[in-house]
């Protein structure tokens, strides 16, 4: 049969990444902060939730912007870098708010479940991870897959995992799934992460 079929790549996702500026400045304040939080009897302060979450590790609060100045200072400059990424790719996002945002250190075995956020952007600073042997995972959804008879196997890879150094800090659309493989090391994975919406103060029509 003479006939052209031709292939399309739908829906393909993206994702951007960034050496934070400043590393080692907010990589140490985060490890105070941790510091404190692992030390309630001696600083009578914690903001550990007490609640189960995908994040089977240590975390503080979701609203840490609002509770540590060293926090609200690390998502202002985020929100700067993020500003200039959207004028640069000329995304429609007249304003960018934090929604929430939060530290997570996973102590040996710790790691996170397979999850996403209801937001436009999701944020991740890989603080201290390059010694814990964890990797950070996308998934995509789908059950099902025609695989090719020249593959040696019947598996259908919907997980990629991203090679991240400490200072990366990575940013994609909240929605995409993503987890967190096992510490497999006796130091803390540190991570810290944040989420934006956009905010619209004028109502869109059709592009």
């Not at 975390?59 to 202002?76: E, F, G, M, N, V």
């Not at 939060?102 to 952007?121: F, S, T």
Request: hydrophobic share 35%; glycine share 2%; aromatic share 12%.
């Amino acid at each position: 049969m003479n006939l052209e079929i031709t292939k399309h790549n739908i829906f393909v996702d993206e994702a951007w990444s960034f050496i934070m500026p400043d590393h080692e400045k907010w990589s140490k304040e985060i490890k105070n902060i941790i510091l404190v939080e692992n030390n309630k009897e001696i600083h009578n302060h914690t903001t550990i939730p007490d609640e189960d979450c995908n994040v089977k590790a240590k975390r503080t609060a979701w609203d840490s912007h609002l509770r540590y100045p060293q926090i609200r200072s690390l998502t202002d400059e985020l929100s700067n870098i993020i500003r200039y990424w959207i004028k640069k790719e000329n995304f429609d996002a007249p304003t960018v708010i934090v929604n929430d945002c939060w530290i997570n250190w996973y102590e040996k075995n710790d790691h996170a479940m397979p999850h996403d956020h209801e937001v436009h952007l999701s944020l991740v600073y890989f603080v201290d991870v390059e010694d814990s042997g964890a990797d950070f995972l996308f998934h995509k959804p789908g059950r099902f897959a025609l695989i090719r008879k020249e593959n040696n196997e019947t598996f259908c890879n919907n997980i990629k995992s991203v090679k991240v150094k400490n200072g990366t800090v990575l940013m994609f659309n909240g929605n995409l799934s993503h987890s967190v493989t096992p510490n497999l090391s006796n130091s803390p994975r540190i991570t810290f992460t944040a989420n934006y919406r956009v905010d619209y103060q004028e109502k869109r029509g059709d592009y």
